[in-house]
């Protein structure tokens, strides 16, 4: 494997992101366009860098340029179609490859990007409320705009949704029960999407322009340096000598190359394309080999100081601070990965797979000789937000330690040539996720333009309260109070229509829009705003490997050469334990480190609880502990795991109980074929 983690440039991890990543499906241009993209994109990139370390930009101007980066980038990079024959390079309405219906778009983006912002500040403040002609019409080409940006960078579907809503906020006086509303004209729409900071000029869109798009580019030109190889090598030297070494090894760099990336397909690509063969080659079946890439490299969501856009957004919506956003996901990011590890070494164990030889493995002496300075730059942007540094501050810094860096390397030199194609790439990166910020800023003005959140929020507590009375009626025993029946059955509902929205949306979309429509509901259940931040936010993230919609493990499942739907299946089998960790941090919220009422008995009791109800959860879905299991043992198992859900003494104790004759009998079957 030390010589397989060599053989991929980043230009051909490019390109496999590329074949699996439907947001980065770029349209090939002729030379002259693709350099002025390029251009742009590097002026992009140079530009953010300018406002967040050094310039003193306002607010909305700042939003307005990246919005208009975004939009007008989009028609330039994006076909209408994405599949199927496109029309001759050489036809005279295409110039270099892209029609001049799509320059047109492209020009006319900017243009309504920039309208507003560009306004004086006094004269905005006067149309609130009462737009002008020019400002509905700008308002509804930009509307119209972002949403086909968003259909051609993501697919239809968020942009769907966006127009249910746009329609729900128009036809309120006609829609049923509890979400009839008084409505609203399109001048109202307008004037609240496109004249205010409720809309598509929203947190969404700011959050981005502020700080996604700056850790972005800190994770490409991280990667450039050798950081990435850097991780990889040493999960390689920590798991690679163990039983099935080269699923572990996917863990482990799966895990350090989440810190600096919050892409799960991104991810996916730049370890699976080596790890994959790799656990092939020892014998995991490829639907396997495919679901642990897959699993493993979904917490590079949930996992610091990264975790894409959502850590931002929390301190944005929460206005709490960025440190304590990263120590509250830490546990639950390692309890993720610490039942993924479970079910790999059960599954070696059980399939009797070697480790890797010594021959395969790097050593670990080259390793830290060739790469040890790429890890400045992370030192460096942990220490500045531990510090209690801004996100964008400690951002610009780990830039310009890996600029530096790159220049003093003499393993992985940062050329002139490389800075750039990394300052193209960073912004290229942002482009879909951007082009979705916007349109997630339509659903979000439509839900605090008619209040639909709280309207949503009760009808799910309702339906919740109704469930748990049912329950409560045939249980023969009061073992429940009713609170607590409606609090589980809500935060089931909401579960399920999390995975069901992250259905094909990016992760800081569905997040977005759950909470803006869940969090309501949660609220009323008396649960801490940051703990239902982050429910919301891991079942958005179980999305990319939940099918039919499991875009991660679809990419896996192309580099492995497995059936798709397969993979998908094995990899939400393998990330059972991301569906059980937000569960337990709502019924003990100790788990976060910074919720409130964190007590570090608490917290030790509630983290041995998970991990023993993640081990025997995947014990259940394994069949294997020290000998095979019987099938009553799976299912018993599984559900005595449940108890773990809200840890305490008591139910810890009743599970341990509950669980020790089929542990017994493992031992002795053990002891007996030995």
Known sequence: MADETRTLSPEELANLERKYDPETAFRETGPKLALIISAALVAMSVYHFY???FGLIRELLHRGIHLAFVLGLVFLLFPWRKRGPGLAPSAWYRLQGVSILDLIFSVLAITAALYLPLLPPEIVAERVGNPSQSDVFMGTALLVITLEAARRSIGPTLPLI???FIAFAIFGPYAPGALKHGGTSWLGIINHLYMTNQGIYGIAIGVMAQYVFLFILFGVLATRIGLGQLFIDLASVIAGRYAGGPAKVAICASAFMGSISGSSIANTVTTGALTIPAMKKVGYPPHFAGAVEATASTGGQITPPVMGAAAFIMVEY???PLRDVLAAALFPALLHYFGIFVMVHLEARKLGLRGL????????GLVLRQHWLSIIPLIILVYFILSGRTPDFAAVYGIIACVFVGVLNPYNRL???GLWDALAAGARNTISVGAAAACVGIIVGVVTLTGVGFRLGYVVVQTASDMGASVGAIWPFSMFEMQQLALF????LIAIACIIMGAGIPTTATYIILVAVAGPALAQLQVEPLVAHFFVFYYGVLADITPPVALAAYAAAGIAGSNPFRTGNTAFRL??????VPFVFVYSPALLLVAQGFTWSAFIVTLAGAMAGITLIGVAFSGFLLTPLRGWE?????????????PGLPTMAAGALLATPILARQIIGNRAQA
């Open 162 to 164: 966006a127009l249910l």
């Open 357 to 364: 030889t010594a021959e395969e493995m790097p050593k670990a």
């Open 489 to 492: 059955f809500s935060l089931l």
């Open 415 to 417: 050329t002139f040539s």
């Open 318 to 320: 929460l206005e709490i």
């Open 51 to 53: 406002a967040s370390g």
């Open 634 to 646: 799976r299912w018993w198992l599984g559900l005595v795991a449940l108890l773990f859900i809200a």
């Open 575 to 580: 990330g059972i334990a991301k569906a059980l």
